[in-house]
């Protein structure tokens, strides 16, 4: 059984450190066609829980839905053309945002983000600082609009793999306008992707002095953290992140991740089953961390159930031969 334990604990971790996965952890479950995501954000960067976004096309799709507690919204079994997505804010404040055009064709993948951001209408008289849940600094922001369109930009190019491209339209609109929260954890994000950790951290750090309590900031804090095998500052990273943004699974999967390379089995199993209650999709690796956990603990049962779970969702994962293999292996233990 030992051996079993070191192939699959490395096998796990090598998966979960890929810029892809670093990024954000996507849906891993089948569709008939493309899925088009994203978040929809404020105009101080905190996500625009419950916005109207609708997708149409001129061969006559039209499909609403609304953003979740995390502004997250998703369009799945969508066909090769070109779309509109639009958002509308329905929480009262005076705000307008720009639609964005897609063309399915031209991507590199069937997973395409178009994240939204919201701004004040040149004429809006209405404070955002109305909201109870928007901090006073983060109410304070107001973002340029040069500063947006950079960071779409930034977002489009980081989409296309042009990280290096990306990273100077997300320094373009930190440049706009420096206090940038939203900025500063895309530039974060794209420097983690190309493996510059420090330079993250330093965008992570920059992020949470202006609002020492920005989920997205404490997560990617924590996530350079664990990247360096600083475990312990990246739990208390992470929880933090588990506490501003309660019901984002990404947070529990890197918590679960940080715990589990410290051998705290039982924080790493609740954060982990945390993250599929969330989000069963976007988390369904967190079946083979699952699995992973009940190998360290001579549980090849519970192990066995927690892989089939994972390759019934992801039937062709990159390493499934491997997890085949493994269950094979498994099995014979529990015939001993």
């Known amino acids: 059984m030992r051996t079993v334990i070191g192939f699959f604990v490395g096998a796990a971790i090598l998966w979960t450190l890929t810029p892809f996965a670093f990024a954000q952890i996507l849906p891993m479950g089948r569709s008939s066609g493309y899925i088009i995501y994203g978040i929809i954000y404020y105009p101080d960067g905190t996500p625009a829980r419950g916005a109207s976004v609708r997708i149409s096309s001129a061969a006559g799709l039209d499909r609403q839905t609304y953003a979740d507690a995390n502004g997250r919204y998703e369009f799945r079994d969508i066909a090769s053309g070109r779309y509109r997505v639009a958002a509308t804010n329905l929480d009262g404040r005076d705000l307008v945002a720009d639609s964005a055009e897609v063309d399915t064709s031209r991507a590199a993948s069937s997973l395409i983000q178009v994240s939204i951001y919201f701004r004040p209408r040149a004429d809006a008289t209405k404070e955002v600082a109305d909201s109870p849940a928007i901090s006073a600094k983060a109410a304070s922001q107001r973002i340029p609009k040069q500063a947006l369109k950079a960071l779409e930009q930034g977002q489009k190019l980081g989409l296309e793999g042009k990280y290096a491209q990306a990273e100077e339209s997300f320094t373009k609109a930190i440049e706009a306008y420096p206090n940038y929260l939203q ?7 794209i420097r983690v992707a190309r493996g510059r950790v420090t330079e993250a951290t330093a965008d992570f750090a ?13 997560c990617g804090s ?7 095998a600083k475990y312990d500052d990246a739990i208390v990273d992470l929880e933090k992140a588990t506490a501003a943004e309660p019901n984002n699974a990404k947070n529990y999967m890197f918590l679960g991740l940080a715990h589990m390379a410290l051998d705290h089995r039982e924080p790493a199993r609740f954060a982990f089953q ?6 069963p999709k976007g988390s369904v690796r967190a079946h083979v961390h699952l699995a992973n956990l009940h190998i360290k603990e001579n549980r090849p049962a519970e192990a066995i159930a927690e892989l089939d779970a994972y390759l019934t969702a992801v039937p062709n994962p990159p390493d499934r031969d491997k997890l085949l293999a493994l269950e094979v292996q498994l099995r014979a233990a529990v015939k001993k």
């Open 183 to 189: 900025g500063l954890v895309e530039r974060g994000n």
């Open 206 to 218: 920059r992020a949470l002095e202006i609002d020492p309590h920005y989920g997205p900031a404490l």
């Open 222 to 228: 924590g996530i350079c953290k664990f990247s360096q």
């Open 274 to 279: 945390r993250a599929l209650n969330l989000d």
